[in-house]
């Protein structure tokens, strides 16, 4: 799983498997927001899924929101060569600042 | 579709320096926001704004300034560049969807190297 202090995390999956990518945080959040990086862009939201909501669905990703555990998963279902990127969560530790901490990330890589 | 700029794309400064990163968003948003994202890891927050002529600190704001001039421009200076500086910095906005339910809108990055 991610965390900020961690370092990136690697996958690797063949197309077409399911993929479920972990992120543990340690400090109260409101929602958790997951955001995909494709290689030389800026990050890009998802999905995001809020304290009172346990699953999240859109298209093939699925959320999932435990907090009495501070944890979070994303994860795609038949992965496409077009998912290889790398996914961030992120908490915004309970501040009505609009301040997010983002997670270390997981390199996500499908092969054909 | 939002949009943020960011320039340069990439730029190579010395030691001792003086850098200044820009960003342009044509959102309408009122916040905004300079992230620092180093080889292999998340990305830190250096320094947020909420409203033009207003920055406050993030949690790495130490050798790092910014400026607000109006709701559309948010520059990040770095005074003397330092070779920890090199990273890519993304600026982002965002929207505000209530409480813990804002989406960030992140520009394409801009790489920098401190020689």
């Known amino acids: 799983s991610q965390w900020g202090e961690e370092n990136l995390q690697a996958l690797s999956i063949q197309e077409g498997e399911d993929v479920t990518m972990n992120c543990s945080y340690k400090?109260?959040?409101?929602?958790v927001h997951w955001y995909r990086q494709d290689s030389g862009r800026g990050p890009a939201l998802i999905i995001l899924i809020r304290s009172n909501e346990r699953e999240k669905r859109s298209g093939r990703l699925r959320a999932t929101l435990d907090t009495s555990s501070q944890s979070s998963s994303l994860s795609i279902t038949a992965a496409q060569c077009e998912d290889t990127a790398v996914y961030f969560c992120a908490t915004d530790r309970g501040s009505a600042l609009g301040r997010l901490h983002f997670g270390a990330g997981t390199q996500l890589i499908v092969i054909p | 579709e939002a949009a943020v700029t960011q320039s340069p794309r990439s730029k190579v400064a010395v030691t001792g320096g003086k850098v200044t990163l820009s960003c342009h968003q044509t959102n309408n948003h009122d916040y905004m926001y300079w992230y620092r994202q180093d080889t292999g890891h998340g990305l830190r927050l250096i320094h947020y704004?909420?409203?033009?002529?207003?920055?406050e600190k993030g949690d790495i704001p130490d050798g790092y300034k910014a400026s607000r001039p109006s709701q559309e421009n948010f520059s990040l200076i770095l005074e003397l560049a330092s070779l920890s500086q090199t990273a890519v910095y993304f600026c982002?906005?965002?929207?505000?969807?209530?409480?813990?339910?804002?989406?960030?809108?992140f520009g394409s990055g801009t790489r920098l190297t401190v020689l």
């Open positions: 704004s909420y409203v033009a002529d207003s920055t």
């Open positions: 400090t109260y959040t409101t929602v």
């Open positions: 982002a906005s965002s929207d505000r969807g209530g409480l813990g339910a804002e989406t960030l809108y």
